[in-house]
């Protein structure tokens, strides 16, 4: 696994390999073929839909369990790596216990500036996770960090790991020729 840290966001190129990527990918399009109603519409997020988001989720921990597994073990590694560089969370009582997977389609995403711990609901979120499932070309689907002026290329594999505060807005950029498929959650403080 190849690391590195830097402005908070941890970043972890070959955490997951090819094959559990495709494999996710793969349980994902078949649960969602077999069961249409259980996918989210990431249109319907926000009540007056000015907000631009196209994307299509399903939590795994509901429908697809099989694929928990794997990702919780790639995410405790990233994890003890991440509380190595910024030791300080070695006193926070946080755990994952979402595990969301995405789809996005050409021309879709999450394209406005925004954080997870972002209102009453969410504040309990400490840090956010997310893994790429899949390649995405050169120049399209991004994770873009605004005060940190980062992009973070969709690699398959690769696990991010950032804060969930103000510090760390960041968007999803579009994807132009392909799907973008990720795996993503919280690191949520518990008592």
């Known amino acids: 696994m190849n690391v590195n840290h830097k402005d908070f966001i941890g970043v972890y190129e070959n955490a997951l390999s090819q094959e559990d990527c495709e494999y996710i990918i793969q349980r994902f399009e078949k649960h969602v073929a077999n069961n249409p109603s259980t996918i989210k519409n990431g249109q319907r997020h926000f009540d007056n839909q000015k907000i631009g988001r196209l994307d299509f989720s399903l939590f795994a921990e509901n429908s697809i369990t099989d694929v928990c597994g794997v990702i919780n073990k790639t995410l405790d590694n990233c994890l003890n790596t991440y509380i190595e560089e910024f030791f300080t969370l070695k006193i926070v009582n946080a755990r994952s216990e ?92 518990i008592d």
């Open 98 to 189: 979402v595990v969301k997977i995405q789809r996005t389609p050409p021309k879709g995403g999450f394209h406005v500036w925004h954080i997870e711990a972002d209102c009453r609901a969410y504040a309990d979120r400490v840090l956010v996770w997310m893994i790429y499932l899949n390649d995405i070309p050169d120049g399209e689907g991004e994770t873009e960090f605004l005060w940190q002026g980062i992009r973070i290329k969709p690699k398959a594999g690769t696990c991010v790991l950032w804060p969930a505060q103000f510090t760390h807005a960041h968007r999803g950029n579009p994807v132009y020729s392909c799907n973008k498929y990720i795996a993503t959650g919280w690191y949520t403080f």
